[in-house]
């Protein structure tokens, strides 16, 4: 049976729950598929790629992740690590063109039907909500105020450091079928070449959210060092 095992959504799964646990206060440590997540920052963010060349042609059935492999090029500058801090002040200067949104091409979703899966998924124990509707501008469509979220039907923490998540059955029996897709062809505003989003998803997202990782008192006092 375990050639018919979902891997790459239990992959997933465990790096969002490891994701979760090392955003936690006390945490010191990562365990997840780094790979994976290295691949995808390297793939949007391409001020936070290291200095290499052009990515690598992968040919079919190949991992994406071939595509950042290769010596690293220069050994300059660039190539120093940087401190935390810089990364912070880096991700607070985003704006929505610094963002490759679409590398995968113009319709992602249509050309992998199954990321538009809306549900739970899975390995083991684990289970995690999974909701493209959050990351439109992914699919290349302008971002709107989201689906309500998947909420689980009861959380525990049985020990310190670990939660579990429960889900109801009616998610477990889509997870199981894969029964359900959100439906592109609600979205139909594209966005530009900026990563575009509605007016209201802003006012929406900015009461529900951190706008900066440096706190501003700290770059208004000057204490904040790269």
């Known amino acids: ?22 955003s936690r206060a006390g ?3 990562f365990y997840g598929c780094l790979t994976l997540l290295q691949a995808w920052i390297y793939e949007y963010f391409p001020s936070l790629r290291i200095h290499r060349a052009a990515p690598q042609t992968v040919t079919q059935g190949d991992p ?11 050994g300059g500058p660039s190539e120093v690590p940087r401190p935390l801090d810089h990364y912070r002040r880096l991700l607070d200067g985003f704006r929505a063109d610094h963002v490759d949104w679409l590398p995968f091409g113009a319709h992602p979703g249509r050309a ?13 124990d684990v289970t995690e909500a999974y909701d493209p509707s959050r990351t439109l501008r992914q699919f290349g469509y302008r971002q709107v105020i989201p689906d309500p979220p998947i909420r689980p039907f009861r959380v525990s923490r049985p020990a310190v450091g ?6 109801g059955a ?23 070449d900026t990563g575009s989003v509605d007016l209201e998803y802003l006012k929406w997202y900015t009461l529900r959210t951190h706008p900066c990782i440096v706190p501003p008192e700290m770059v208004s006092s000057r204490r904040w060092h790269c």
């Open 1 to 22: 049976m375990v050639s018919k095992y979902a891997w790459g959504a239990g992959v997933l799964a465990w790096m969002y729950r490891q994701l979760g646990r090392s």
């Open 27 to 29: 945490s010191t440590g």
């Open 64 to 74: 994406l992740a071939r595509r950042w492999e290769g010596p690293v090029h220069g």
């Open 112 to 124: 992998v039907p199954r990321s538009l899966y809306r549900g739970v998924i899975r390995i083991y």
């Open 162 to 167: 670990t939660y579990k998540v429960v889900f």
């Open 170 to 192: 009616d998610l477990d029996q889509l997870w199981r079928s894969r029964g359900q897709l959100i439906n592109l062809d609600a979205y139909s505003t594209p966005f530009d």
